[in-house]
């Protein structure tokens, strides 16, 4: 069974940063598609950033297109989501998930694997 820990959030202020990783346990990061997803209270999850098994392709949400990066260190076997210019709006439970798809858009399958998630504040 695949297994994919977060770590990395945290509390900070409009306008700050924060880096999210994710470390992949039984499984190469780079023989699957990962990516993150968020969850705000009273909303759906959704899709913020994945990247492809190669790392050739990627996928942002237009809400942190040109503030979030999302990279991947195959000697590390982990995932990071660089998050910039932070908004209050960005506040939400991130997630950890692979075996996904990406094209233009991204999204998990019924077999995806989940990280239990860590929570992200920003503050105005």
């Known amino acids: 069974q695949l297994h994919v820990v977060e770590s990395g959030g945290g509390l900070v202020q409009s306008g700050g940063s924060l880096r999210l990783s994710c470390a992949a346990s039984?499984?190469?990061?780079?023989?699957?598609?990962v990516g993150w997803f968020r969850q705000a209270p009273g909303k759906e999850r959704e899709a913020v950033s994945c990247?492809?098994?190669?790392?050739?392709?990627?996928y942002y949400a237009d809400s942190v297109k040109g503030r979030f990066t999302i990279s991947k260190d195959t000697t590390k076997n982990t995932m990071s989501l660089q998050m910039n210019s932070l908004k209050p709006e960005d506040t939400a439970v991130y997630y950890c998930?692979?075996?996904?798809?990406?094209?233009?858009?991204?999204?998990?399958?019924?077999?995806?694997?989940w990280g239990q998630g860590i929570q992200v504040t920003v503050s105005s």
């Open positions: 990247i492809s098994n190669s790392g050739g392709g990627t």
């Open positions: 039984r499984f190469r990061l780079d023989s699957y598609t």
């Open positions: 998930a692979a075996d996904i798809y990406v094209g233009t858009t991204c999204g998990p399958i019924p077999d995806s694997y």
